[in-house]
């Protein structure tokens, strides 16, 4: 079975950390063990990608930022991306005049 999502059509939710929508959950596509989302992050906005016992990707589709981790910044743009392991965080932050969308994928750590 082959499921079509037209992203454009789904609402964005407005959070502390920018706009954000799920493009690849259960209700969607009956996805059981992936979360997939687009995330909007407007000049000088924040969205902070906290550890937890899931593996995270995000990857820069469009603008200009800075990823924080392990108290370093790095300075990414369109095509950059950060793969962080469970317990691993990093802060993403949209550059001054610029903004950022994210492709953000969480998948779950897998039993040893």
């Known amino acids: 079975m082959l499921t079509f999502i037209d992203t454009?059509?789904?609402?964005?939710n407005k959070t502390s950390q920018g706009e954000v929508t799920e493009v690849l959950n259960r209700d969607l596509c009956g996805a059981k063990n992936v979360v997939a989302a687009l995330r909007?992050?407007?000049?000088g906005e924040r969205f902070s990608a906290e550890a937890s016992n899931k593996h995270q990707l995000l990857y820069f589709m469009e603008g200009?930022?800075?990823?924080?981790m392990d108290n370093k910044d790095y300075e990414v743009s369109k095509g950059a991306g950060?793969?962080?392991a469970p317990s691993e965080?990093?802060?993403?932050?949209a550059a001054?005049?610029?903004?950022?969308?994210?492709?953000h994928l969480v998948v779950p750590k897998i039993p040893a």
């Open 82 to 84: 950060v793969y962080l």
């Open 40 to 43: 909007w992050l407007k000049s």
């Open 8 to 12: 454009n059509q789904l609402p964005k």
């Open 89 to 93: 965080t990093a802060t993403i932050q």
């Open 64 to 68: 200009k930022g800075t990823v924080r």
């Open 96 to 103: 001054s005049n610029n903004s950022v969308k994210l492709f």
